[in-house]
Structure formats: C-alpha cells, structure tokens
C-alpha cells in the first residue's frame, strides 16, 4: 500500500536519497516494523497519519493533495513529495 511507503520514509526505515524521483517497495519485514496508525482525509484533500514508530516516538504526517508530506517524527521534522509509480 502506497501510505505504508510513505510511513517507511518518514520514518526512515526505507532510505531514499536526495535526487531523482525514486520507486520504493516495502517489504512485509518494514511492514511489520511501522505496526499500526490511524488516518483521516479532510475536505480539502489533506490527509493526516498519526502512529509511534518502533521507539515509542509519536509521529505525524501531513500529506496534502498535490503529494507534498511533512512529518514530525519525536524531535524530528521530515519533508518529501509522494506520487504514484507510472
């Protein structure tokens, strides 16, 4: 599922490198390590993760329509744009 790459990124359990759009896979290993979160979509199209990462840390992402994520993850603020896979 698209939304548990986006997780394993923020997270950094998937490492992406600064560049050119990249195609990311998660494994059901990585799957199994981002365990559970809820989501919710607003009106506007902005949608909102709320979990805790395998330390216990909160985090949050924001995800707005046009792919754009920023997450806070414990102390850490972590920005990206998302799209489908053509």
Not at 28 to 37: E, L, P
Request: no cysteine.
């Amino acid at each position: 599922m698209m939304m548990t790459a986006v997780v394993a990124v923020a997270l950094g359990l998937t490492p992406v490198a600064e560049g050119p759009a990249q195609t990311v896979r998660v494994s059901s290993d990585i799957a199994a390590k981002i365990g559970r979160y809820s989501q919710a979509t607003d009106a506007r199209g902005t949608t909102r993760v709320r979990g805790y990462d395998r330390l216990g840390r909160p985090y949050e992402l924001t995800i707005d329509k046009h792919g754009y994520v920023e997450a806070s993850v414990g102390d850490q603020i972590v920005s990206f744009r998302v799209s489908e896979a053509a």
